[in-house]
């Protein structure tokens, strides 16, 4: 793994890696087939700190560069998506506390994942998708509370997490502009989770409707502004697409891997497989677009690390590996021939973890538009 880390990360990275393959990467099959909530292995990342990577070392987190979290997500992401993509969300619950919250706020979304507790980001709309700014969730002002009523869907980690950060217009005739953010944590009278979707891949992690019936929360629940809802969101989303497509690198990592691994065992003309020039190729190139993604998204959280504008990267990072994702998963499926087919083997699992990667935290169309307006001011 080319990423440059810290002694800390070295540390952990080893752990993580026993904790992924010995507790993570066989188990989340049973559940990529049952659909579970696999409670156990969270509750043992739980205790290893994993949910909680992303808290600032000054709000008692344990002062990991973003590089170095990458390496372990990474790690993770090569064992299952689905939990690391859990892990990864949680991380994206806490965002919009740290780009524009208050001290309290962010003091309170960080005691909750160091106690454990997951957080969720909850922007996408049954209407509302690509262009979230249509988003329907109201808040309405009534004395020093605000009442939430709608529907967000897709939501990753809804029902499981102790804490989200939600969108909903305070001013219904102002559309983007009159959105703004909210902090609601669980168990707030109203909210409640609706539809869990029974998705083709990422299994292991939960995705469901978060609903909204009068729901009241304090003003103080308000992040930023009223009004900068949909700028703090564009933010938030910004920095989560690098971590997309730091996980979308892990699967590509884990389909050559298994890849290699099949074609040094495969006697076809009474040689290895992987003799062959051709496959030999193939696994070059897994290789080089593997190293180029895990790069872009290197790159991209250096400049978070820096202070340096990182939007572009972010989505070249997202985009790039979201893609060879799914074209790596699809080549290493074509080295395991009609084994490759079968969910006896773990390659058919890959492509249809990888799909989502070219979708969620806005699809890779999208992210050509944000690429393509930066050149063509």
């Known amino acids: 793994m080319a990423y440059i880390i810290s002694d800390e990360a070295k540390d952990l990275l080893e752990a993580v890696k026993e904790f992924c393959d010995k507790e993570v990467k066989e188990q989340c099959k049973a559940y990529d087939v049952s659909g579970e909530w696999p409670k156990e292995i969270y509750d043992k990342a739980i205790e290893m700190g994993l949910t909680s990577l992303e808290v600032p070392e000054e709000y008692g987190g344990q002062g ?71 988003g329907k969730t109201v808040a309405v002002k009534d004395g020093d509370s605000y009442v939430l009523n709608g529907r967000k869907c ?81 933010k938030t989303l910004d920095q989560a697409r690098t971590w997309m497509g730091c996980i979308a690198t892990g699967i590509a990592q884990r389909g050559m891997e298994e890849a290699i691994a099949y074609g040094k065992e495969r006697i076809q003309f009474g040689k290895p497989i992987i003799r062959n020039q051709a496959l030999q190729f193939k696994v070059a190139d897994m290789k080089i677009k593997i190293e180029t993604a895990r790069q ?30 799914m074209e790596v998963s699809s080549e290493a499926i074509q080295m395991f021939g009609g084994y490759g087919y079968s969910r006896e083997y773990p390659v058919e699992k890959l492509i249809r973890d990888a799909k989502i990667f070219q979708i969620f935290e806005g699809t890779n169309e999208v992210m050509r538009i944000v690429i393509a307006n930066s050149l063509c001011r």
């Open 64 to 134: 990991l560069s973003r590089v170095d979290i990458a390496a372990l997500l990474e790690c993770m992401a090569i064992a299952d998506a689905g939990f690391a993509t859990t892990i990864s969300a949680s991380g994206l619950g806490t965002k919009p506390v740290l780009i524009s919250g208050t001290e309290e706020q962010k003091k309170r979304v960080c005691d909750l994942l160091l106690e454990g507790k997951f957080g969720a980001f909850a922007l996408t709309e049954p209407m509302a998708g690509s262009d979230p700014g249509a």
């Open 154 to 234: 897709f939501i990753t980690n809804a029902g499981i997490a102790g804490f989200y950060c939600i969108t909903a217009l305070t001013d219904k005739t102002a559309g983007a502009k009159g959105m703004s953010m909210f902090l609601v944590e669980e168990g707030t009278p109203g909210l409640s989770t609706g539809n869990h979707e029974n998705k083709m891949g990422i299994r292991c992690s939960t995705t469901a409707d978060v609903v909204f019936e009068d729901c009241r929360i304090p003003a103080s629940a308000l992040i930023g502004k009223e009004g900068q809802g949909f700028s703090i969101a564009m």
């Open 296 to 325: 872009m998204v290197a790159h991209s959280l250096t400049l978070m690390d820096m202070g340096e504008p990182y939007a572009v990267d972010s989505a070249i990072a997202k985009c790039y590996a979201g893609d060879i994702a």
